[in-house]
T-cell receptor, first 112, second 113 residues
Framework: AQSVTQPDIHITVSEGASLELRCNYS??????LFWYVQSPGQGLQLLLK??????LVQGIKGFEAEFKRSQSSFNLRKPSVHWSDAAEYFC??????????FGSGTKLNVKP | DVKVTQSSRYLVKRTGEKVFLECVQD?????MFWYRQDPGLGLRLIYF???????EKGDIPEGYSVSREKKERFSLILESASTNQTSMYLC????????????FGEGSRLTVL
């Protein structure tokens, strides 16, 4: 069965520091992978997605993610975090039937 | 600008009441979804629809039903609300394609007293 694991529930980083949010998935076929961000009280906004090709994908707001098939991972990174990046981040995998499976989310706090 | 609109941002209902949550999308998407979001549990799929009048159960359909009479509108119905249905409800839509991503509404926070 498809599943997504985000092992970190909360992460705190200082403004200007680098960030890496972890995501591991379980899926039998080639996955479609997504990262979404949710600001407090809002819906989810797509940061980036991977379908095929280059395993390093660029997204909005300076985020990038790397697909590693051997590790079943799709970790999200940002070289320098801004206070406005404080939010909850969700990793998701989509299947061939237009269904999506989400991780439980990672809440990011940014220290001034 | 593409948009998924959920009619109510905040609702307070009493146990046993019938509750309607409405969702409209303006992107002509075939697929529409209702998710429930609870702290620590992420998003759990309640129902989805891939065409008008078509619906499929997701992971947690118990206590819910849905209606899709028009392509742009997908309603979630709680026939008899219970306190354990207090949650954030998120509607989303997507196009039918291998690369179709989800577009989300802003959510409806339901409190059942």
């Amino acid at each position: 069965a498809q599943s997504v694991t985000q092992p970190d529930i909360h992460i705190t980083v200082s403004e200007g520091a680098s960030l890496e949010l972890r995501c591991n998935y379980s899926y039998g076929a080639t996955p479609y992978l997504f990262w979404y961000v949710q600001s407090p009280g809002q819906g989810l906004q797509l940061l980036l997605k991977y379908f095929s090709g280059d395993t390093l994908v660029q997204g909005i707001k300076g985020f990038e993610a790397e697909f590693k098939r051997s590790q079943s991972s799709f970790n999200l990174r940002k070289p320098s975090v801004h206070w406005s990046d404080a939010a909850e981040y969700f990793c998701a995998v989509g299947d061939n039937f237009n269904k999506f499976y989400f991780g439980s989310g990672t809440k990011l706090n940014v220290k001034p | 600008d593409v948009k998924v609109t959920q009619s109510s941002r905040y609702l307070v209902k009493r146990t046993g009441e019938k509750v309607f949550l409405e969702c409209v999308q303006d992107m002509d998407h075939e697929n529409m979804f209702w998710y429930r979001q609870d702290p620590g549990l992420g998003l759990r799929l309640i129902y989805f629809s891939y065409d008008v009048k078509m619906k499929e159960k997701g992971d947690i359909p118990e206590g819910y039903s849905v209606s899709r009479e028009k392509k742009e509108r997908f309603s979630l119905i709680l026939e008899s609300a219970s306190t354990n249905q207090t949650s954030m409800y998120l509607c989303a839509s997507s196009a039918t394609s291998a690369t179709g991503e989800l577009f989300f509404g802003e959510g409806s926070r339901l409190t059942v007293l």
